[in-house]
């Protein structure tokens, strides 16, 4: 199960190499529609083309990761990360009411501080790896626009003011949410750190933001907003969008690939040594309901972005 993490000239290699087909994302999503889609890694992949000195950055912090894990130089005790919600909308089932939007920061500060009701579930083969990531989410604050847009695709637009959007507010201390229509299939998608400060933060569908109002099922329990600010604090795929890949953690098991719906109880992987597939855990693709907690790994690399010299220590 235990995984070996990356140097960094082999983090630089994957970053540069990443296969080049893959800039119209909403063209691959028609095998997935039906299931969850996160568009983190194709953006990534977008935005390791259009700035050469990304791929460098990024495994600069992966080092400083592997050594504030190994050191223990994390940050230790509650966090608390102020949340602005900028929501475009057109319609009137996408101008989100304060009480869904709340509703997301409440499942959040669940879902982040091992409180959400299923983290107990019966027969869980990885409770033992369960985490506590005890970092809470406050709304500092919401900003709405109307727009003329029924869709806003995954290239940033709805971060710029120059395509309709809204720029990101005081984006190396609050985190930034973007809620609105994608498309294309599209639940969320995040930026990792290291990236741009003006288009750092996380975007979400509408339909699948809170859980109430328009959430929408199987992704009406919140999910969509953990799994992506998962990857805005360091987290990859469990599969490690590769298959049988490595989401750089020590503690989560080989995947094949992605799983959808809720695996039956006693799923394994077809991996070398056939492990036990982490399903339940947040940066999986299972349904909402199937998803229900992080691992101490996952931890520990989330900790390390916030520690002092980390990519985001200005949340500090």
């Known amino acids: 199960m235990k995984k070996m993490l990356l140097s960094v000239s082999v983090l630089f290699f994957m970053f540069s190499c990443q296969k080049d087909d893959t800039t119209d994302v909403q063209s691959e999503t028609g095998a997935v529609t039906a299931g969850r889609y996160c568009a983190s890694h194709e953006v990534l992949e977008r935005q390791l083309k259009e700035n050469p000195g990304l791929a460098q950055k990024m495994a600069e912090i992966e080092d400083f990761t592997n050594n504030a894990i190994a050191s223990g130089r994390i940050v230790n005790g509650k966090m608390e990360i102020p949340v602005v919600v900028n929501v475009l909308y057109k319609t009137a089932s996408e101008n989100i009411s304060l009480a869904q939007i709340q509703s997301q920061i409440d499942v959040l500060n669940k879902d982040f501080n091992a409180l959400n009701s299923d983290y107990n579930t019966p027969n869980n083969p990885y409770s033992a790896v369960r985490a506590n990531v005890g970092i809470n989410f406050v709304l500092d604050q919401v900003i709405r626009k109307s727009t003329t847009k029924t869709s806003w695709g995954t290239n940033d637009a709805m971060k710029k003011t120059s395509g309709g959007g809204m720029a990101a507010v005081s ?72 298959t049988c890949g490595n989401d750089q953690v020590s503690d989560t098991p080989v995947h094949n690939t992605a799983n959808y719906g809720v695996p039956a109880v006693g799923h394994r992987s077809t991996c070398s040594g056939t492990p036990l597939e982490m399903y339940m855990n947040y940066m999986d693709y299972t ?30």
């Open 171 to 242: 984006p190396t201390t609050k985190l930034n949410l973007w809620v609105c229509t994608i498309g294309g299939g599209i639940l969320g998608y995040a930026q990792f750190p290291g990236g741009s400060s003006s288009t750092d933060g996380v975007v979400i569908d509408s339909r699948y933001f809170g859980n109430t109002g328009t959430a929408t099922y199987p992704f009406n329990l919140g999910r969509t907003a953990t799994h992506e600010i998962g990857h805005w604090m360091n987290l990859r795929h469990i599969w490690g969008d590769a």
């Open 287 to 316: 349904d909402d309901r199937g998803m229900y907690m992080f691992s101490n790994g996952q931890k520990a690399r989330m900790d390390a972005v916030f520690a002092v010299g980390g990519s985001r220590a200005s949340f500090r």
